[in-house]
């Protein structure tokens, strides 16, 4: 039974006091549905109701971004987190509080207000802004905690504003596709395919497609109307204000607004006051119709208007879009003077908001060779009343298309002295001379020599410099000299000439900070405590803000960032100088490994495609892109990868045909991957594990059974721990896909070598998640099995209606629980099945088990039971056993084999 306290009626008045802000955000009046809801959750917090005030807070919040309210929607979120993470928080509302419908709360909320909190920043700062990028990983992270996956794709939609925000259109194209793309699997929020339409209609019509935008804005309205869309009417409302934006620059019919609800629309329009948020998007539509119908004055008149309102909100993002329409409808006034003022207010907010879309925008409505249009569009409008003549192309270029000539020309880097895996560039007579001094430090055995080429560095003074990039590549080539040479500080005193004398350069600063760093982090550096890390961050700074278009100043200060554990910053640094080169391949590298760390691997094989399109040479970049498309399982785009490691290897590189012939068996190409598999085999690796289970797997699946157990036979022969060079995934991956297919196949389930096999996998901990299933008998078609984190658990208001002990389909009522056990080892540990490479010298480990059970004690056995059958010898002990989710309807028994640990002192993380 449910462990909420006995009503005393007060819950019943609250419930009715959700469902009346429930009707008004139905009807879109939003700001009657906030202030209801923060009523309500005054009161219940009040009453001592903390469940009734963290639901009407969460509504709170989440109705107050539609009035522009965003410091609200902030704290909003800021002060559920505090009450959601921490349990005393709760309790010093409501001591009694209801523990299961707490931690229901939490599985399902805590990553909604997470991404309720990046969007009320990204709404006020701009979404390029410092630590943006941050969020999105730290987002999808929380989503993977709380076993909230079907949230990762509202972070999707985040992330097409930061990239959109940080003039990557290409990436936000990407993150929309793969949102249209989705057909199931949606959080609360609903089917969200018609937002990513509108965000992708939206990206055209800023690219100049204007016949594409509308076009996808109409899809996106169909979108609407398709079962699981919630909140119709307002979804309708907004899919048509894009719309219309784009018909006004089309010379078309607007919007009839009286019939944007099927059933008609009542409140429309609707009362002052209740929707800011449609209010100002109708007003950016009614100044730019006054535009298009030579009226810029009135549409000037209403924008000033707007201006000082956002302003006062705090919106930057919008006043950014605000400011730039209000810039075009001045300058299609004639009132330059004016416009060239607020041109540079917003330079300023939105060079502090890396909003380089913005700025992007703004360049070009402010060149005077370019008609100037309402929309300040990033590139000529292809249609319409402001077309200007030939433009780009209707469709737009891909991630497997892209190339450079969808962008313009960036301002060339002047710093570049390391290869970046594009055009080579030009190499000066100073830098060959600087290479020779180089190589006679690093190669001299003459202490003398050595000192005197030191000393040719240290003479170089900055006034004898007249070229930039001969000056950064002294910078570049004497921190490899300073950071081997046992006086440091003379390079320190000698960039520092560098940094007084180019103060206006920003490459310089950027190269100096380098160097800098170099010296700093030296073992046993003598300038540990003289050179402040705060400074060397400042230099950074200060050379992005000077010119946000070098490449390798973004890569450096990307680099920087990583090393200081700040992955956020890390991404956005590294995201822009990808941007502004396509082809330059460590940042591509950096981005991409960024991204996968994040739980981002469809990003990261996105940057890898688009580099390797554009022309990045580095057969490196080719194996990632390999080795995350085999993750993703795009099979066919693996073959193209691995061809593509050939083209760009001299020699014929080893571990190309292993992943050929993985992927050529997913796609039932089983004789091209033996193919493969003997091809590899000539490369002699180590041992021959990982192509006898591929072999075992092309045989299973080609009904060639005898020849396939001979393979198995000789794989149950290997001695796990010699195989030292494969990771713990790739082992997992190769027993999970041989175990699939012996038990597909018509090996008995008693054959020796079938047993073998099955026990040497679990005792390594390498078992599959539906190994385990075929231990827990199925109850029904719609009982539904949690081996998916994704599953719904049942609210106690459901599980109320249930038996205490069985469910309503007469099956056992169970939750998933996570248990730790500790597992000693004897003397015979580093001999047996289980061992797997680097763990023979442990004298224990620790493992995690997840089960479905019917409570804690259940789950304890469970997990004992069956960690003796994965090991040998001495009895485990449960440390530890926590409930992960639940309530479902399903048979008890294990879900997952965890990893295994070791937690002795000497023993890496």
Not at 494 to 499: P, T
Request: proline letters at 5%.
């Amino acid at each position: 039974m449910t462990d909420e306290p006995e009503s005393d009626g007060s819950g019943d008045r609250f419930e009715a006091m959700r469902e009346k802000a429930d009707e008004l955000m139905r009807r879109c009046h939003f700001d009657s549905a906030a202030r209801l809801s923060g009523e309500t959750a005054r009161l219940a917090k009040s009453s001592g109701e903390a469940m009734h005030y963290i639901h009407a807070r969460f509504h709170e919040m989440d109705q107050s971004q539609y009035n522009l309210d965003l410091a609200t929607m902030k704290e909003s979120a800021i002060e559920l987190i505090a009450v959601i993470e921490d349990e005393d928080r709760a309790r010093s509302i409501q001591p009694d509080l209801p523990q299961d419908y707490y931690e229901y709360t939490q599985q399902w909320m805590t990553a909604c207000l997470y991404e309720n909190l990046a969007e009320a920043t990204g709404m006020m700062e701009g979404y390029n802004s410092q630590g943006l990028h941050q969020c999105i990983g730290d987002g999808i992270q929380v989503c993977r905690r709380t076993g909230k996956l079907q949230c990762i794709a509202c972070f999707r939609e985040y992330a097409t504003d930061v990239y959109t925000a940080a003039d990557d259109m290409l990436l936000a194209r990407n993150q929309c596709e793969a949102i249209a793309a989705r057909e199931s699997g949606w959080s609360n929020r609903g089917d969200r395919r018609w937002l990513a339409q509108i965000k992708l209609s939206w990206i055209h019509l800023l690219e100049g497609r204007l016949d594409l935008a509308i076009e996808t804005a109409r899809k996106a309205n169909e979108l609407v109307d398709v079962d699981g869309v919630s909140l119709k009417m307002e979804c309708r409302m907004r899919v048509l204000a894009d719309l219309d934006t784009a018909l006004i620059l089309a010379d078309q019919p607007r919007i009839d607004w009286s019939s944007v609800h099927p059933d008609g629309s009542p409140d429309y329009p609707l009362p002052k006051g209740e929707w800011l948020g449609m209010e100002f998007r109708v007003a950016l539509n009614d100044a730019l119709a006054a535009c298009c119908n030579d009226c810029p004055d009135d549409a000037v008149e209403i924008l000033t208007a707007w201006d000082r309102q956002l302003t006062e909100h705090r919106c930057g993002h919008l006043w950014f879009e605000l400011r730039l329409r209000l810039i075009a409808a001045m300058l299609l006034n004639g009132d330059d003077r004016r416009a060239e003022r607020m041109a540079a207010q917003l330079k300023e907010r939105a060079l502090a908001s890396n909003d380089f879309l913005t700025l992007r925008r703004l360049e070009r409505l402010l060149d005077r060779t370019v008609a100037p249009n309402p929309l300040a569009t990033v590139a000529p409008l292809n249609s319409g009343l402001f077309a200007e003549g030939p433009t780009l192309k209707s469709q737009p270029k891909t991630a497997s298309t892209a190339s450079a000539d969808a962008y313009p020309t960036e301002t060339a880097d002047d710093d570049e002295s390391q290869n970046t895996g594009g055009p080579e560039r030009e190499v000066s007579a100073h830098q060959i001379a600087m290479l020779e001094i180089l190589r006679t430090y690093f190669t001299s055995e003459d202490p003398a020599e050595k000192e005197a080429a030191a000393n040719q560095i240290l003479a170089m003074t900055p006034d004898s410099f007249t070229d930039m990039t001969d000056a950064c590549a002294t910078l570049h080539f004497a921190t490899m000299v300073a950071t081997n040479h046992e006086h440091p500080e003379l390079f320190w005193e000698w960039a520092q000439s560098f940094e007084q004398h180019f103060s206006d350069e920003p490459s310089v600063l950027s190269m100096v900070a380098v160097l800098g760093e170099g010296i700093r982090d030296m073992p046993d550096s003598p300038l540990v405590d003289v050179i402040d890390e705060d400074r060397l961050l400042k230099l950074h700074r200060l050379a992005l803000s000077m010119d946000v278009n070098r490449i390798g100043n973004h890569q450096r200060a990307g680099e920087f960032f990583l090393r200081h554990g700040d992955v956020g910053e890390a991404e956005r640094c590294l995201a822009r100088a990808f941007r502004l080169d396509r082809t330059c391949v460590p940042a591509a590298r950096q981005l991409s490994q960024i991204y996968r760390e994040t739980d981002r691997p469809r990003d990261a094989l996105d940057v890898l495609d688009i580099c390797l399109r554009e022309g990045g040479s580095d057969p490196d970049l080719a194996m990632d892109a390999t080795t995350l498309a085999l993750l993703l399982g795009q099979f066919e785009s693996t073959l193209i990868y691995a061809e593509k490691i050939r083209q760009l290897s001299d020699e014929d590189p080893g571990w190309v045909d292993y992943y050929r012939a993985i992927a050529l068996i997913e796609l039932g190409r089983c004789d091209e991957a033996l193919e493969a598999i003997e091809a590899e085999r000539r490369h002699e690796p180590p041992s021959e594990l990982h192509l006898d289970l591929l072999s075992v797997c092309a045989l299973l699946q080609m009904d060639r059974t005898d020849e396939a157990l001979e393979f198995l036979q000789k794989v149950n022969q290997y001695r796990l721990s010699e195989v030292d060079f494969l990771t713990f995934n790739a082992l997992c991956r190769l027993f999970g896909m041989t175990w699939h297919r012996v038990a597909g196949s018509t090996i008995p389930a008693n054959h020796a070598e079938r047993c073998r096999f099955e026990t040497i996998m679990l005792q390594a901990g390498l078992a599959p998640d539906d190994y385990f299933e075929t231990f827990r008998t199925p109850l029904s078609e719609d009982a539904v099995v949690s081996n998916d984190k994704d599953a719904h658990p049942l609210p106690d208001e459901v599980v109320d209606l249930l038996d205490e002990d069985e469910d309503a389909d007469g099956g056992p009522r169970v939750n998933c629980y996570q248990c730790v056990l500790k597992q000693p080892l004897n003397d015979s540990w580093p001999e047996s099945a289980g061992c797997l490479a680097s763990q023979q010298e442990w004298d224990h480990y620790l493992c995690t088990w997840r089960l479905l059970a019917a409570d804690e004690d259940a789950a304890a056995e469970m997990a004992l039971e069956w960690q003796r059958k994965s090991s040998t010898g001495l009895a485990a002990e449960v440390l530890d056993v926590q409930l992960e989710s639940g309530p479902y309807r399903d048979s008890p028994g294990p879900v997952t084999q965890g990893m295994r640990w070791c937690d002795g002192p000497d023993t890496p993380e």
